[in-house]
């Protein structure tokens, strides 16, 4: 088990995620991440299983992959400053990727159950998170798009059937939009 961070410490390892949210809003976050220390080799998410856990990474190395048809796929290695598993964090789905320690790693993990918390007792804080992990999918996405087009794949997302997981009517996630807006009009 590591200590827990500082909010400026918070600040300076995950510039991307907190560095725009001033350093006394950041208290209330740092209270809601839990921190752990994995061994190397460690399974922290596996694909196709429920999660909604977002990982960041204090030190170490996780290793973010696919397995399919007896094959992985390695997609990346995700080190110190970087963060995993917000596509479930978001929608409540299941796991999308493996993630596994490839080597000793110390991380923060906030739970679904911390968020909401959150949202309810500093929604600025949460509005700050939810902004820069929608603003990483976004860049995401922007390059598969680019790499779809660049391949020749056609097809059009506006006609694209939305997936949402199940049972998500009042899920956790609708919770945070009411709250967050709930408190953006006041």
Not at 116 to 141: G, K, Q
Request: proline share 5%.
């Amino acid at each position: 088990m590591i200590d827990a961070l500082s909010p400026a410490d918070l600040q300076t390892l995950f510039p991307q995620l907190f560095g725009s949210t001033p350093t006394a809003q950041l208290e209330a976050l740092a209270d809601r991440l839990e921190p752990q220390t994995i061994a190397a080799g460690r399974a922290i998410v596996q694909r196709g299983t429920p999660s909604g856990d977002l990982v960041l990474v204090v030190d170490g190395k996780l290793l973010v992959s696919i397995t399919e048809g007896g094959r992985k796929l390695e997609m990346a290695e995700v080190g110190p400053g970087e963060w995993v598993g917000e596509v479930a964090f978001l929608d409540g789905g299941d796991a999308t990727t493996d993630v596994t320690a490839s080597e000793r790693s110390r991380i923060l993990v906030m739970s679904p159950a911390s968020f909401d918390r959150l949202c309810d007792e500093n929604p600025r804080v949460a509005r700050d998170l939810l902004h820069a992990l929608c603003t990483r999918l976004s860049a995401r996405v922007r390059r598969t798009a680019r790499l779809l087009h660049d391949e020749g794949v056609g097809g059009s997302w506006r006609t694209a059937a939305l997936d949402v997981p199940k049972g998500q009517q009042g899920s956790w996630l609708d919770r945070i939009r009411h709250s967050l807006y709930r408190h953006a009009q006041e």
